[in-house]
């Protein structure tokens, strides 16, 4: 068709763990954690990007519960972020991108056709089971989830991570998911704030509410969600 295009690109050029984007006019952005430490350190140096007021202001200080709270510096959730906000308004959130996600296995690349706002979900995802120092605490219910992975499929096995640690105790897995989603609902809601003080774009607004669906799925009624899990209608399909 004319408007198909290729996309050459080597797996050895992505050997560093991270998130890739190719745009449609083959530029490249590597959301690597080299390349966001590079970024951060800009943007929190440049009072041009971020200036001493926005710093100081209320609303950009860590979340109530974070254990860095009170540092003088900005919420982890925001790094990965950064490298994208030179960029964002140069494209639509309908704008198509390959997403090349490198994970720790060292043979494995995971590649997807989106958009940007696939992308920007795939990135807020990646802030909150990499970066956020509360959603970091969850780490071993996030084990098997690739941030490529679509949002039911994701909510879906960190439910049954869930499950499994907490050896089936309902009692015990309602009170770890309300604690969950409130915290992640807090994080999400106060990122959004953030954004809005150094960026004009709603992009990264509509991808943390697209990446908050997620935990609200893990409000389902636990038999009903098991059921889904081994049914021949598992994860989506």
């Not at 530029?27 to 929190?44: F, G, H, M, P, V």
């Not at 982890?76 to 994208?84: E, G, N, T, Y």
């Not at 219910?141 to 690739?146: A, E, L, P, Q, T």
Request: hydrophobic residues 40%.
């Amino acid at each position: 068709m004319e408007n198909d295009k290729t996309i050459c690109w080597r797996s050895k050029d992505y050997v560093q763990k991270g998130l890739y984007l190719i745009f449609e006019n083959s530029s490249q952005l590597a959301l690597t954690a080299e390349n966001i430490k590079k970024t951060t350190d800009e943007y929190w140096n440049n009072p041009d990007k971020i200036p001493p007021s926005v710093k100081k202001a209320v609303e950009f200080q860590r979340c109530p519960f974070c254990p860095l709270k009170g540092r003088d510096d900005f919420c982890d959730a925001l790094r990965p972020i950064l490298p994208l906000l030179d960029i964002v308004d140069r494209y639509m959130s309908y704008d198509k991108v390959t997403a090349i996600y490198k994970g720790d296995d060292r043979n494995l690349i995971h590649l997807a056709e989106t958009t940007i706002q696939g992308a920007l979900k795939y990135l807020s995802i990646i802030s909150l089971m990499q970066y956020c120092k509360v959603g970091r605490k969850y780490w071993k219910y996030y084990v098997g989830i690739m941030p490529l992975t679509g949002i039911e499929e994701s909510s879906l096995r960190m439910y049954l991570n869930i499950y499994w640690s907490l050896k089936g105790n309902q009692e015990e897995i309602h009170r770890l998911i309300a604690q969950f989603r409130e915290q992640i609902r807090i994080t999400a809601e106060n990122q959004v704030k953030r954004l809005n003080m150094i960026c004009k774009s709603d992009g990264f607004v509509n991808a943390f509410i697209s990446a908050q669906n997620a935990v609200e799925f893990l409000s389902l009624d636990i038999e009903q969600r098991l059921a889904l899990a081994f049914s021949n209608q598992g994860f989506g399909t």
